[in-house]
């Protein structure tokens, strides 16, 4: 009789519990140049749609769960996904849940606005939209001309099920910064 209970207990647990992922999706990043200047605003849009048909995904509604984060790369200084910041949901609260169903024709799409500064010896790149979210890397890297900023996305369930994947990476995209 109690194994019977647990084994309802069990089924009813995973039937009502909702779990989600990003799996048989694609997952683009992109900046809108390859180059910027100090004082230019960068521009990241995370697209994720389905491999085929249509997808249902979940996102908090500040994008905690789609995380994007900077490392430096310079093949001559022997420095590859050196300097690799925070990723930038890692500070932003928990908020409402927002679920999308997705298709190649209306993927899920957002954009992350950001500018460029120089601050004493650091390049800085924030995001006052993502709870003030910012990188800094030390402006003597960027003297070398190989220097180059990799933005890495992640893609994190918001309650994935047991075993599954915790996290889906996007593409990386590679850019520039210019003195």
């Not at 209306?106 to 979210?133: A, H, L, M, Q, T």
Request: hydrophobic share 35%.
């Amino acid at each position: 009789m109690i194994k019977n209970l647990f084994i309802l207990f069990l089924l009813i647990s995973l039937i009502a519990c909702k779990s989600d992922n990003f799996y048989n999706t694609i997952r683009e990043l992109e900046t809108d140049k390859d180059i910027y200047n100090i004082g230019d605003e960068i521009r990241i849009t995370m697209k994720i749609f389905p491999q085929k048909g249509k997808k249902d995904i979940r996102v908090y509604e500040n994008y905690k769960n789609i995380d994007f984060s900077f490392s430096i790369v310079n093949d001559n200084k022997n420095i590859y996904n050196g300097y690799w910041s925070s990723t930038s949901g890692r500070h932003l609260p928990l908020s409402k849940i927002k679920k999308f169903t997705i298709t190649k024709e209306n993927p899920f799409s957002v954009e992350f606005v950001g500018k460029i500064d120089i601050e004493k010896d650091s390049i800085s790149i924030s995001f006052p939209r993502v709870n003030n979210y910012k990188v800094r890397f030390k402006k003597e890297l960027f003297e070398d001309s190989n220097t180059i900023i990799r933005i890495h996305g992640i893609s994190n369930p918001i309650s994935p099920e047991s075993g599954g994947s915790l996290e889906e990476y996007f593409n990386t995209k590679d850019f520039r910064i210019k003195l």
